[in-house]
């Protein structure tokens, strides 16, 4: 009975254990569906929105601190970056290797090789470059906006007059994620 | 009669953003509207009887295209979808500075510009 | 220019300032001077591409798939004027920043919503589909959203929340118009779209779509009706982020895909070239009557944004290759002046701390660069001779009367005399007067901002030039010509 006495971040002690058991699946579950993207629904969008859910739900029930523990928001920022960067170098790739058209795909398969997982050229490393980035960008936004600490001393509507119109503050601009 | 239930789903989401006084309310309208359009995005692309557009191994592709639905409407949806929820995220950091600032929520009292 | 060169820039313009972008984010996150240079640099590259297309044109496929089935980029005279009106501007803005936005902490932030947002409207101008198009509006308008609530003061927070809420709307509104017309046509090829439409005709769904595009494309080039966001907007925006955006976002977004709907897609038709004229003549006389009654020198310039760019869509509006020429020679002069005025302004607010005309005074001599290049910029925009505004007001007047809309000329040459006034009242007010004691012991501008403001200014006159014949052939006269060719490229 201690351990339930002891106040603990996060949820109820059932939520806590299922998703202990569950965020492996959901994770790999998500890695699934970058993963087969060519061949079946989902492809780079759906499967990062699943990935960064795997670790939403683990900052939900687990507490803010475990959840970042394990994917900090550097780290996130910075996977995002580089899975545009790969996206687009992979692109620009293929402007010299193939028909000279950005995007073109440039890895061929033969046809008895279709509907596996290693076909269809480029596009499972795009997908996988999307997911990334998705999931990285998804999970970074909810770390933002959780972790936003409204401040102590909130700023009731008394609109005094005021001379002059207020200057730039020091407060940092919020890090927006750019469009995948 | 589904486009009118469509139509009918953005006209809802207008009327959110129209009357709505917290700005809260009015992120969850511009939703509903954006659910709206993606379903009649979808609703274009539909073929009575079609089947998913998904090919299965050996089928040629001149039966597929007489087969499935229009498949471009649902890549444009997917699109479309991601596109708004980067917008969401701002507008819902947008509404926590503001309370930060102005202390309400209420639409009618974030009123320092006007001219 | 080689046909092979052009080839491999056209995609390069969209995927180098994405990838600087976020470059910036993975290398220079706590280092807003790297990231400020890596960005000077990235636009001087922009330009640089720039010049190489003048005068080129070419369609390419993304992925090597062929036109109906893939996505095209397309390059013609329209979208190289604006290509070189949004690196100019580009440039000159992201030196003037490196100086002003040093009072901001998480500069290294401001920079890649920065290449964002020239990405996105690089990408609107290439597109040659309409999906393309709305993805790249909304990358643009979205960065544009993060920039005006850059600081987080009150206004800029407020006025950010009320862009954003009309844009989502208006957004909404050009994406059910775009799954009409794909409903109609079944296409999204603007190419193939328009050559649909020449066979059916503009029959009531063709003509709603076009309704639902003019009105979610007018929110974004901010005219009347459809302007409330932007006296709030861009004012309130840090300064190089109104220059930005009354300079180049409210053209490349709005205006500029007005023009290629109405022309080459949907085919210049009477009542469509109507609304056009109707709507520019009413931005022109609401913008021009607002702005002369304000005493923010920001919001001054926003009202007057407004009221040039219903000078432009006038232009448009008329379908006769002067009106046309007109309004793209408006257009390029539009976005030097404009972006030069509030660049002005921001270093009126840097050093005085105001932007209140009834506390300023006297600044001609204390701040010496802004006052030149203000002086510049003001008689440009008014269309005081020998100046570029003058002959491009005046190629509009002419093309009115030429067209026999004497009414709308008179209201041209009316508004073009208001302009004047206010004009003159913010150089009396702001420049000219005696300098009040408050305003004593001020800081002049940073080098760079003085730079990107001679820049500009070097711009405004080098434009003037333009009318001169050598000049103005492959420019004006051909994006003209390539615009009014209704059909498929």
């Known amino acids: 009975m201690n351990a339930l006495d002891k106040p603990r971040p996060g949820m109820s002690m059932i939520v806590r254990t299922v998703t202990r058991w569950l965020k492996g699946p959901i994770l790999l579950f998500g890695i699934y569906i970058v993963a087969y993207g060519h061949i079946t629904p989902g492809g780079g969008f759906g499967g990062g929105v699943i990935i960064a859910c795997a670790f939403i739900l683990v900052m939900l029930a687990l507490g803010g601190q475990s959840g970042l523990g ?17 996206f687009l170098l992979v692109g620009w790739m293929g402007t010299y290797w193939a028909s000279g058209y950005f995007f073109a795909n440039f890895v061929d398969t033969p046809e008895e090789a279709w509907f596996t997982l ?5 596009m499972p490393v795009m997908n996988v470059a999307l997911g990334l980035k998705v999931a990285s960008a998804l999970f970074l936004v909810f770390a933002v906006l959780t972790g936003l600490k409204i401040a102590d001393h909130v700023e009731r509507t008394g609109i005094a007059d005021e001379s002059a119109p207020t200057g730039p503050t020091s407060h940092p601009g919020d890090k927006r994620e750019g469009q995948p | 009669m589904i486009y009118s239930l469509c139509l009918l789903l953005i006209l809802v989401g207008l009327y959110g953003v129209v009357a709505s006084r917290q700005t809260v309310k009015i992120v969850i309208s511009l939703v509903i509207m954006q659910h709206g359009v993606h379903l009649l995005l979808l609703l274009i692309g539909y073929r009575d009887g079609g089947s998913p557009p998904i090919v299965d191994p050996g089928q040629a592709v001149t039966t597929f295209a ?5 498949p471009l409407p649902q890549a444009l949806v997917l699109t479309s979808i991601v596109i708004g929820l980067g917008v969401l995220a701002l507008m819902v950091a947008l509404c926590v500075r503001l309370y930060e600032r102005y202390g309400t929520f209420d639409v009618t009292e974030i009123r320092r510009l006007r001219g | 220019m080689f046909d092979v060169d052009t080839r491999v ?3 390069l313009f969209v995927a180098l300032p994405l990838a600087v972008a976020l470059l910036i984010q993975l290398v220079a996150r706590d280092r807003p001077v790297l990231s400020g240079w890596l960005t000077n640099v990235t636009m001087l590259g922009l330009v640089v591409m720039s010049c190489f297309t003048i005068g080129s044109s070419g369609l390419y496929h993304l992925g090597g798939w062929p036109t109906p089935v893939g996505i095209d980029l397309r390059l013609d005279s329209l979208a190289t004027l604006l290509l070189l009106a949004i690196s100019i501007v580009g440039l000159a803005v992201g030196l003037y920043s490196v100086d002003y936005m040093r009072r901001y902490s998480a500069g290294s932030h401001f920079y890649s919503l920065f290449l964002l947002m020239v990405t996105g409207m690089v990408g609107v101008v290439l597109a040659g589909d309409l999906f393309n198009l709305y993805v790249f509006l909304e990358v643009a308008v979205v960065a544009s959203y993060s920039l005006v609530a850059f600081g987080c003061s009150h206004e800029e927070l407020e006025a950010s929340f009320k862009y954003i809420v009309l844009g989502s709307l208006s957004s909404a509104l050009i994406l059910i118009g775009v799954a009409l017309v794909y409903g109609i046509t079944g296409t999204l090829n603007m190419a193939h779209m328009s050559a649909r439409i020449a066979e059916t005709g503009m029959n009531a769904p063709l003509s709603l779509a076009f309704g639902l595009f003019i009105c979610g494309f007018s929110f974004k080039a901010a005219l009347v009706p459809f302007h409330a966001w932007l006296p709030d907007a ?6 190089p982020v109104s220059a930005m955006l009354s300079g180049v976002l409210i053209k490349a977004i709005g205006i500029y895909v007005l023009a290629r709907l109405a022309f080459n897609v949907f085919g210049a038709g009477d009542s469509e070239l109507s609304l056009l004229r109707w709507l520019g003549v009413l931005s022109m006389i609401v913008g021009g009557l607002l702005a002369a009654g304000q005493s923010d ?7 007057s944004s407004i009221s040039q760019v219903g000078f432009i869509i006038l232009g448009l509006g008329l379908g006769t290759p002067l009106g046309l020429v007109g309004a793209l020679y408006h257009l390029v002069n539009h976005a030097m002046f404009k972006s030069l005025l509030f660049l002005n302004a921001g270093a009126v607010e840097y050093a005085t701390g105001t932007r209140n005309l009834y506390r300023l005074g006297g600044l001609n001599r204390a701040l010496p660069v802004t006052g030149a290049t203000s002086l510049v910029g003001s008689m440009s925009i008014a269309g005081i001779p020998p100046f570029n505004g003058f002959w491009s007001k005046l190629i509009i007047i002419i093309a009115c009367v030429e067209a026999g809309f004497y009414s709308f000329a008179a209201a041209a040459v009316v508004i073009s005399i208001v302009t004047l006034a206010y004009q003159l009242k913010v150089q009396r007010m702001a420049f000219f007067a005696s300098l009040p004691a408050s305003l004593r012991d001020l800081r002049r501008e940073p080098r760079l901002m003085s730079l990107a403001m001679i820049l500009l200014a070097a711009g405004c006159i080098a434009l003037s030039f333009l009318v001169l014949s050598g000049l103005r052939d492959p420019w004006l006269i051909g994006a003209a010509q390539e615009t009014l060719s209704a059909g498929p490229f």
């Open chain 3, 234 to 239: 861009h004012p309130s925006a840090p300064a």
């Open chain 3, 9 to 11: 820039l056209i995609p």
């Open chain 3, 297 to 303: 020198i920001k919001r001054l310039f926003a009202y």
């Open chain 2, 66 to 70: 007489g087969l499935s639905v229009d």
């Open chain 1, 118 to 122: 290693f076909s269809g050229g480029v």
């Open chain 1, 70 to 86: 394990v994917f900090s928001k550097g780290a996130a920022s910075r996977l995002d970056s580089v899975g545009l960067l790969i």
